[in-house]
């Protein structure tokens, strides 16, 4: 029996490969619980990313249920790379025939943390070069590169001399859920979303609330998560399904398994003033197949008053970086006030960038939780609502920060000193740009932009019409950049359209 036991375990770790899930600054922990969840092994947090072990069923799994991945990497090859014949060779000596077939196309992305490698596409074009060379020296042919549409990606990360080659097996960020039909400025990102939603413990155990919900994402996240349901279940692709051996059966069996769902007993409420925003976030939410469990009414913050029922509101104000508010300030007043006055018995969370804003709530937070959106450093704070002085509700039991909050808060104070708060970074950092080897290295890409841009604003640089006539995309690029409105259900319910569309993932032609 023990020898069964040890063979059978043999055998599947046999079956597991290293995978990589990559994030957004501050969502590593909650991503690293996820795939716990999941049944993930070797679960390490990194920058950026968190590494694990798994088998080909929780690849599809991380793909189709993680609510906070922006995409999943599958190393083929770790290497040491001090030039670029280097990474020539080092791509060069695995067998792209296992990989890649012949009449298919492929892609190479690249992010470089390097004092040798300062260019990341050229990195790129060496890693294309080392795959094309080695079919045309095998076969005499070789496959073509597709930018916008490949049937594989690969992925390199260098941090100094350090080399990590991936398989992509998502394709499009898993951020892109397929929902949202229409936008309005500055959109939350859907990862980020359902990540701050996930750091309040809200799992539909209350109802939800966002005062100003724009175009409805944390709406649409907090509802996915309240029934448990893959966010993946409106994408139209993942990467993985154009490999060698996607194993179409398995997949469908993930697709189509909705025993993990669960009944949501509470209802998610949306306002917004702008009426264009509450149209918005009721066509996703439509788009979505959720409008039994969301309402979005116009309605200005100023205006809320006390919900009936037990709530939670989790709330993304405008910061004045995207979106101009005519007095800043004043409404992050107004938001304490209400909050104080309107929302006791109750917990808050509130995401922004400026301290003076965080100031003007006029209320004491009992966590901060540092988190990135999109460039802006900016910091997620939860706010207990309670009656009186705090000093009387400690007194009658009342619990401002569990053990496990000043746990965090304790941790948070050992790097807040590295951490840039109220300041803009200087230029856009792409997420995809996670450290996967090493934590410790600066991009010198980032360093050079910094200094361009410093020279060209000294000069007062402005681009000639030729030259901006030749950087703007033509007509068919920019059409074929933007997402399609499809109509992929015909059923406002998701269950419904899984139940009866089984074959709709597989069948595309």
Not at 150 to 168: F, G, K, M, S, V
Not at 269 to 274: A, E, K, R, S, V
Request: include cysteine; hydrophobic fraction near 35%.
């Amino acid at each position: 029996m023990y020898l069964c036991t040890t063979f059978t375990r043999q055998h599947i770790m046999a079956q597991q490969f290293e995978m990589i899930a990559k994030t957004f600054m501050g969502l590593e922990p909650v991503l690293a619980k996820e795939l716990t969840q999941l049944g993930a092994n070797d679960v390490k947090i990194g920058r950026r990313m968190v590494s694990f072990f798994g088998d080909k069923e929780l690849m599809y799994r991380a793909n189709f249920q993680l609510h906070t991945a922006i995409r999943v990497l599958k190393p083929i090859k770790h290497f040491k790379a001090l030039s670029a014949d280097d990474v020539y060779e080092g791509v060069k000596e695995i067998d792209w025939s296992e990989h890649l077939e012949i009449d298919k196309t492929f892609a190479v992305d690249s992010v470089v943390f390097s004092e040798e490698f300062r260019h990341s596409k050229f990195v790129a074009y060496k890693v294309k070069d080392a795959i094309v060379d080695q079919f045309r020296e095998q076969t005499g042919r070789r496959p073509n590169i597709s930018i916008s549409n490949p049937d594989i990606r690969l992925h390199i990360h260098i941090a100094e001399d350090q080399c990590t080659l991936c398989l992509d097996s998502s394709g499009e960020s898993l951020h892109r859920r397929g929902y949202r039909q229409e936008s309005v400025e500055a959109p939350l990102n859907e990862v980020l979303a359902a990540g701050m939603i996930l750091m309040t413990g809200w799992q539909g155990d209350c109802d939800f609330i966002d005062p100003m919900c724009g175009s409805g994402t944390l709406l649409i996240e907090a509802a996915l998560i309240a029934h448990n349901m893959a966010p993946g279940l409106f994408r139209k692709e993942f990467a993985f399904e154009k490999w060698p051996d996607f194993d179409a059966d398995l997949f469908d069996k993930i697709y189509n398994d909705d025993s993990q769902e669960r009944e949501f007993h509470h209802h998610i409420y949306g306002y917004d003033i702008d009426i264009k925003a509450v149209n918005t976030a009721r066509l996703n939410a439509k788009a979505a197949g959720l409008t039994n469990d969301i309402t979005v009414e116009e309605r200005d913050f100023k205006d809320f008053t006390k919900p009936s029922q037990k709530s939670i509101i989790v709330c993304n104000p405008p910061y004045g970086e995207r979106i101009s508010t005519p007095d800043l300030l004043g409404t992050y007043k107004m938001i304490g006030e209400r909050l104080k006055h309107q929302f006791t018995g109750n917990d808050a969370w509130i995401l922004s960038y400026r301290e003076e804003c965080f100031d003007q709530i006029g209320l004491k937070p009992s966590i901060k939780i540092p988190v990135f959106n999109g460039s802006l450093e900016c910091e997620f704070r939860k706010y207990q609502m309670f009656d009186g002085k705090i000093k009387d509700f400690r007194a009658d039991g009342g619990v401002v920060k569990t053990d496990e909050e000043k746990r965090q808060m304790a941790e948070k104070r050992r790097f807040k000193q590295n951490r840039e708060f109220k300041k803009r970074l200087g230029e856009q950092e792409e997420n995809e740009g996670a450290d996967i080897r090493s934590f410790k290295f600066h991009s010198l890409e980032r360093k050079e932009a910094k200094e361009a841009k410093s020279h060209r604003e000294a000069k007062e640089y402005r681009p000639s019409k030729r030259e901006f006539e030749s950087s703007r995309p033509s007509r068919k690029e920019f059409r074929d950049s933007k997402p399609s409105k499809r109509d992929f259900r015909d059923s406002k319910n998701p269950r419904d359209f899984k139940k009866g569309n089984k074959r709709f993932r597989h069948d595309k032609n």
